[in-house]
């Protein structure tokens, strides 16, 4: 991930993520022994919440650490409302944790490393998921169906992070995760149907020769995206991304206007509805 300057608190990253579970020994038996964590504090207390545990992990950077309470009367596990249901058994989608809840733990670690991580979490006896690849748009379905464009099986230049899924002792889902690319400007940006949600019906767009649009305009603008294309490819100059050139022909003048993701877009909104290109082939 790009680095970014935090323009009101200096925060340097994950202190650590406070947990609960129901047996402290089984917890510290599976993050030490399974992930090879390090137990580094304990406390022990009682009082009117009652009798209770804090222990904290170093992830292994002497830096983030992950700590787990147990409580004497700590109240059953309600997963999919306090905490993410279990997503072993499919891709990481479809699941719903409650407002204020916690979803899942992803633990960074490198990229070369997540195969190999996943094959000795197997060997240890861990379910596992396959590897997942997240990527930035829709493209070939994996074998998890057409739901998961997103995820294909394989990771491609558009993947931005790749995961393996698995749970703790409690049901927690863990992740393992490494960053396939930096995020960029472009990750949040609009595409072309948070400006057009619908396609006109077919029949209702005139053609160019109907319209009266100059043959000449048409290669004109042409011209300019095919500019485009080279400047997002070799990296140089300033985008378009993120804004629309509109031509005035007739008086020779451009006019460049900014262009707002639309967090309700179809296409890349979080509750989108066009997960099947096929029919918008050209």
Known sequence: MAPHENPKFEIQGLN????VCSDMARTVDFYTNILGMRLVKTMEYSGEIGNGQHFFFDMGNGRDAIAFFWFENTPPAAPGI???SSRIEGAPRGFRS????MDHVAFDVARDKIDEYREKLVDMGIEVTEVVNHSNRPGE???RGGRDQYTPDAPTEDT???SIYFADPDGITLEFACWGRPFEDGDSRPCYRC?????PPPGQVPSCAEAGVLGALCGMMGSLQATEVLKELLGIGESLAGAMIICDALSATFRKIKVKRDPACPLCGADRTIKDLSSHAV
């Open 16 to 19: 650590h993520l406070a947990l």
């Open 82 to 84: 306090a905490m993410s």
């Open 98 to 101: 409650a407002f204020g809840a």
């Open 141 to 143: 379905a994996g074998t």
């Open 160 to 162: 931005f992070v790749r």
């Open 195 to 199: 400006i057009f949600a619908e396609a």
